[in-house]
């Protein structure tokens, strides 16, 4: 028994050196999974895929091992563009709204075509999606999931204007899986459905042109 169990220990502790190249270890790494508090003083943790870093101790969402990066102190990670995470507060200061509220604006520009939902995103980027909700409505005038369909549309426009795609393809394009619901959400946007922007939008090429 403890024979196997030893080889089983060996076994992961090898796979760990080849693939980690010692940038987290699994000491660390459980102690991100476990928010443990314990580590506070000892690393933080930066995330790859949202700009964002932490302490161990942080409570959002665990991220995904591979957009890890290590830092020693807090100094650090913003010596490399991360920025504070603004629920554990890692230099113990509130990161600003206004740039919050641009984090969370890249976030939407890049990642559009997925689900997006308020809870999603509040997670991801590090907030209650009421208080995100709150501060990005105070900074940009609009709601979080209106900025996320702004973006959808003016997406979708481009898509009606440049190619012959079908109008639920374009739907699906910029992460709308629901065809009527794309249309009736671009025609409030515009005041006219996808058809007939591109309609008009091919006419006044014609008559331009
Ligand atoms: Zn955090």
Not at 128 to 146: L, W
Request: glycine content about 4%; proline content about 6%; charged content about 25%.
């Amino acid at each position: 028994m403890p024979d196997s169990m030893d080889k089983g220990h060996k076994e992961s502790h090898d796979y760990r050196i080849l693939n980690d190249a010692e940038l987290i270890t699994d000491i660390k790494w459980q102690a991100i999974i476990n928010n443990d508090p314990a580590y506070n003083n000892e690393f933080f943790y930066a995330v790859k895929s949202t700009g964002i870093f932490c302490k161990p101790s942080c409570k959002s969402r665990v991220p995904k091992k591979e957009n890890v990066c290590i830092f020693p102190n807090a100094e650090q990670a913003l010596l490399a563009n991360f920025r504070p995470c603004k629920r554990c507060k890692p230099t113990n200061e509130y990161l600003p709204d206004t740039e919050w509220v641009e984090l969370i604006t890249e976030y939407i520009d890049k990642n559009f075509t997925e689900k997006l939902t308020l809870e999603s995103l509040a997670n991801i980027c590090h907030g209650s999606p009421y208080h995100m909700h709150r501060t990005f409505k105070k900074i940009k005038g609009i709601t979080p999931v209106e900025y996320i369909q702004q973006v959808r549309v003016n997406a979708a426009k481009k898509y009606l204007v440049q190619t012959n795609k079908a109008i639920g393809d374009i739907a699906a394009c910029v992460g709308i899986a629901n065809a009527p619901y794309f249309i009736t959400l671009f025609k409030k946007k515009t005041g006219q459905t996808p058809a007939q922007f591109r309609q008009r939008s091919k006419m006044e090429e014609k008559y331009n042109g």
